[in-house]
């Protein structure tokens, strides 16, 4: 059983930055994809980055060039460094795992990110 724990989100001002963590329980953590969707109100969920156990990373065009998806395999956590946020940016951020065997996905609870004045 894997388990996924969100944390970091919070309320920004436009133009501000947040770094959100996920932590994994559980040992398929260093051979599975890792990736960070958000659902905002309304909308459907959406992909914004994935990172690959190799490190290869990929990103939404929207928020390429301001977030950055990495990785630490020793503690299980991945991370997404959001800079330049803006209102579209407030969502609910989820994470989740990959497993190599093709088996369903895991997700976390989420983290709620508001960015406004």
């Known amino acids: 059983q894997v388990q996924l724990v969100e944390s970091g989100g919070d309320l920004v001002q436009p133009g501000g930055s947040l770094r959100l963590s996920c932590a994994a329980s559980?040992?398929?953590?260093?051979?599975?994809?890792m990736g960070w969707h958000r659902q905002a109100p309304g909308k459907q969920r959406e992909f914004v980055a994935v990172?690959?156990?190799?490190?290869?990373?990929n990103y939404a065009e929207s928020v390429k060039g301001r977030f950055t998806i990495s990785r630490d395999n020793d503690k299980s956590t991945v991370y997404l460094q959001m800079n330049s946020l803006t209102p579209e940016d407030t969502a609910v951020y989820y994470c989740?795992?990959?497993?190599?065997?093709?088996?369903?996905?895991?997700w976390g609870q989420g983290t709620q990110v508001t960015v406004s004045n």
């Open positions: 559980g040992s398929i953590f260093s051979v599975s994809a």
């Open positions: 990172i690959t156990p190799g490190g290869y990373t």
């Open positions: 989740n795992a990959d497993p190599p065997d093709g088996s369903s996905w895991y």
